[in-house]
């Protein structure tokens, strides 16, 4: 059974740093693409990041690029996203996903909470 366990959110003053971590289980991590997506309260949940088997493709949304990294490592099948210079619009739920087959997995969120 295929588990995603998000860690690492937090409060953060704007400027600050958080890094989040996926756990993933149930699955052979390293064959698979994984992604980040967030969801600020009464948006839609939206891509942030996403990254290859390969550590050397990964694209993110424009808003983030520059400030967000995200990295995997295979061998403790985690998921990470290095956040810096995080903004008050950076405000949401970060959800760590994969995609197996037609199916769409989920962890249960982290919240990052951005302000003074």
């Known amino acids: 059974q295929v588990h995603l366990v998000e860690s690492g959110g937090g409060l953060v003053q704007p400027g600050g740093s958080l890094r989040l971590s996926c756990a993933a289980s149930?699955?052979?991590?390293?064959?698979?693409?994984m992604r980040w997506y967030r969801q600020a309260p009464g948006n839609e949940r939206t891509l942030v990041a996403f990254?290859?088997?390969?550590?050397?493709?990964?694209d993110y949304m424009n808003s983030v690029k520059g400030r967000f990294t995200i990295s995997r490592d295979n061998a403790k099948n985690t998921l990470y996203l290095q956040m810096n210079s995080l903004k008050p619009e950076d405000t949401g739920m970060y959800y760590c996903?994969?995609?197996?087959?037609?199916?769409?997995?989920w962890g249960k969120g982290a919240l990052v909470t951005v302000s003074s």
């Open positions: 990254i290859g088997i390969s550590e050397r493709t990964s």
């Open positions: 996903n994969t995609k197996i087959g037609a199916m769409n997995y």
């Open positions: 149930g699955f052979t991590f390293q064959n698979f693409d």
